[in-house]
């Protein structure tokens, strides 16, 4: 489905994608980022199995999906850093809850090589942070997925397969 995919963001929503990942074997090749070196640091001590960036722009170069599970405040942040590092024909989604402000970051930076399709996972817990994660959060929990205009009717199969491989029921 996806031969490389980039997590940027590795607290409840992020960690527990990157472990259902791995859990369901969806990729070979999974690359985490998260700018807070407490994360990452717990991340490395838990011996997942995945590549560990310190440099978000590295992270994302060779991905064919970036996840950013990150609080929507960052969003314009870390698509202005990434945005000529990210992989000519790559999915960009998100799991934030608003999409009016972040279709419009996306717009206005003008990805046209990217297919964005924004996610929203209805899943959480009342726990936070990487230690919460756990791979099963998503299992017979909604997903809504919002394809933008543009997007690829192809992208749009991939990014519901994939959140179905998560365990989501998608809309």
Not at 15 to 41: G, P
Not at 53 to 69: G, H, P, Q, R, Y
Request: hydrophobic share 35%; proline share 2%.
């Amino acid at each position: 489905m996806f031969e490389n995919i980039t997590i940027i963001g590795c607290g409840l929503i992020g960690s527990s994608i990157l472990r259902a990942i791995t859990k369901n074997k969806i990729t070979e090749n999974l690359t985490i980022y998260d700018k807070s070196k407490e994360v990452m640091s717990y991340l490395k001590k838990q011996n997942l199995g995945v590549n560990i960036s310190n440099n978000i722009c590295t992270a994302v170069k060779e991905a064919d999906l970036i996840i950013m599970a990150t609080p929507l405040s960052a969003y314009n942040e870390i698509l202005t850093s990434i945005k000529k590092e990210i992989k000519k024909n790559s999915i960009l989604t998100d799991t934030g809850s608003a999409k009016k402000n972040i279709n419009k970051i996306v717009e206005n930076l003008n990805l046209d090589s990217v297919s964005w399709i924004a996610s929203h996972p209805i899943a959480g817990t009342e726990e936070s942070g990487p230690k919460a994660g756990f791979a099963e959060l998503f299992e017979n929990r909604w997903c809504i997925i919002s394809p933008s205009a543009q997007s690829k009717k192809e992208d749009v199969n991939k990014i519901r397969k994939f959140w179905e491989k998560l365990g989501s029921k998608v809309k």
